[in-house]
């Protein structure tokens, strides 16, 4: 058996001819989704990251402001951002990149961006939503841009174990919670950490979902034959044999390929989705404030 492509780029590319025409009927009600980035410091990987973001609203013809903090920034200068990003009328969007400067609460940051406005679904108010089994929210961007994937290859999730590999509130948790949600519903396993016996019930799982930042360590002798397989980790690992010194690498080894039905590869799988569910709230955003 070799695995099926989940292919991430070709999934967001589907999400975004499906934008074209929200954003279109925005446009005729005189709206432009409007998302800003905040970026503070200058970690190579987030600056990639808000690039990425920035041409993704380009391409849809979302309106997008970029607003960079030197690292030796204050917290109240963040926080004056973000009000004034809040009572801005025709901003829609906004997105503080993580990672944050060790001196700063990147959660007490989170918490003061308007919910309605929140479109990494990261605010309380949004996640409570999700605890509740309601997807009305802003959904965090990854997790949900893997049950779309998941819906995109035509899969029917319904009484299948799922097994979600960390806990993390940016993706384990919520992607559980989605996992297990009316509509998808399938049964959820959390392994972390603390778990005993971590391989043997990953092994016993439908479908799999890596995010735990070790690089291939899901091997797959963890992988039952013919389970879906989602890998959302991405770790730069070394690498002599590349020019820069490195390769990226997800939380599942590639033999995996040989024993899973479906596999989503690292790059290229679930990272252009998490760009296209941002969109995608960002324009949600927008609709929402349109029909006061």
Partial sequence: MVAQRLDGKACAASVEKELHERIAACASA??????????????????????????????????????????????????????????????????????????MDEEALTDLINPRKDVD?????????????????????????????????????TGKRAVVLGRSRIVGNPQALLLGAKGADATVTVVHSRTENAQAICA????????????????????KDGAVVVDVGINRVDDATRERGWRLAGDVHPEVA?????????????GP??????MENTVRAAETFQSE
């Fill in 121 to 157: 679904g990261f605010h309380p108010e949004n996640l409570g939503r999700l605890v509740q089994g309601r997807l009305d929210g802003m959904l965090p961007c990854t997790p949900s841009g893997v049950m779309r994937m998941l819906q995109w290859a035509g899969m029917d999730l």
């Fill in 273 to 278: 989705m998490t760009i296209a569910m941002l």
């Fill in 258 to 270: 040989k024993k899973a039905s479906w596999l989503s590869p690292v790059p290229g799988g679930v």
């Fill in 30 to 103: 005189g709206i432009q989704p409007h998302l800003a980035v905040v970026i503070v410091g200058d970690d190579p990987a987030s600056h990639v990251y808000v690039n990425s973001k920035v041409k993704a609203c380009q391409r849809l013809g979302i309106k997008s402001t970029h607003i960079e903090l030197p690292s030796a920034a204050s917290e109240d200068e963040v926080r004056a951002v973000i009000h004034r990003l809040n009572d801005d009328a025709e901003l829609h969007g906004i997105l503080v990149q993580s990672p944050l400067p060790p001196h």
């Fill in 204 to 223: 016993q799982a439908d479908v799999v979902v890596a995010a735990i930042g070790r690089p291939e360590m899901v091997r797959s002798d963890w992988i």
